[in-house]
């Protein structure tokens, strides 16, 4: 017996979607055909307005489609009830938002543990996670940090963690690192680069074209359409370059190598003298 490969993780056919009412109407989706299989890192680009976000809600079951069909797992999602809705949305899919989207007035770790509310673990046991999931990203001294306390790279690592927290399958990104600089935006790149090594499947919405050298998949959208969709070699994560030391750790460790080579220099010079001392 041949083994059957299972389904695509995502299987758009046709799928239309419109904002609005009669003169109003916005199409946003005109007709996506698409699939998805697991453990595909795929780059979402176009222009503003092109549809990345509204594909993204529809795929994640924060919204429906006007028409046309989606298949999760093989299931149509037209079928699935909307409480079995929410609970695939809560256990099987992670999402990162471009504006970070953590609650201001939670700490790290209970912003982190949110998505376990209905998990059915204690508070206890939901905050072990949650501080497993922090560590993972190397926040773990962040925990009882408020987030306006944490820089912007830290914020979007911060609500990866949350998004990874109950092990989603599907990780959906919209912009994740629209808000940060390029060293922080490179970070989450090579974090989201390690999830997907794991074998999770990501799909990320973004404008920049470097950034896309992490997906294995790239496609370009165009008026709530795909223009083209290619393959590409994804960039290994390089796991030596990937946390940055704090401002305090980098100065200190700076300090020490100037010192090092101080240190260096002045026994050469040592050397140097007693060899002529020596002569
Ligand atoms: P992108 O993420 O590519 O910038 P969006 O998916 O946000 O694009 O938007 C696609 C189109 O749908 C745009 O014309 C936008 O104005 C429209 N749109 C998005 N959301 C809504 C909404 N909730 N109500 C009305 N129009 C919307
Ligand atoms: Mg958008």
Redesign the pocket.
């Known amino acids: 017996m041949t083994p059957k490969t299972p389904p695509p993780v995502i299987k758009l056919k046709d799928l239309h979607k419109s904002?609005?009412f009669g003169d109003a109407v916005?199409t946003?989706l005109d007709g996506m055909n698409l699939t998805i299989n697991k453990g595909e890192f795929v780059a979402i680009m176009?222009?503003?307005?092109?549809?990345?976000?509204?594909?993204l809600n529809i795929l994640g079951l924060l919204d429906q489609p006007t028409s046309g069909e989606y298949d999760l797992s093989g299931e149509p999602v037209e079928s699935i009830s909307q409480s079995r809705r929410a609970q695939i949305r809560r256990e099987q899919i992670g999402f990162v938002f471009q504006s970070f989207n953590l609650l201001p007035r939670q700490t790290v770790i209970e912003n982190v543990a949110l998505p376990l509310i209905y998990s059915g673990k204690t508070h206890t046991k939901r905050l072990q996670s949650a501080s497993k999931a922090l560590r993972l990203f190397h926040l773990q001294n962040r925990e009882y940090y408020m987030p306006h306390q944490l820089s912007g790279g830290q914020m979007q690592r911060v609500a990866i963690a949350r998004a990874l927290v109950n092990e989603p399958s599907i990780i959906l990104a919209?912009e994740p690192t629209g808000n940060l600089d390029s060293r922080s935006s490179e970070i989450i790149m090579q974090e989201l680069s390690e999830i997907h090594q794991r074998g999770n499947t990501i799909i990320m919405?973004t404008h920049n074209s470097r950034l896309t050298s992490y997906a294995d998949r790239i496609i370009y959208?165009l008026d709530?359409r795909i223009d083209t969709d290619s393959k590409v070699e994804p960039k290994k994560p390089d796991l030596t370059a990937k946390i940055p030391l704090s401002a305090k750790r980098r100065k200190v460790s700076a300090v020490k190598k100037k010192t090092e080579v101080k240190k260096k220099t002045t026994n050469k010079k040592a050397a140097k003298t007693k060899k002529a001392v020596k002569k």
């Open positions: 904002y609005g916005t946003a176009g222009p503003s307005g092109c549809g990345k976000t509204t594909l919209d919405v959208m709530g």
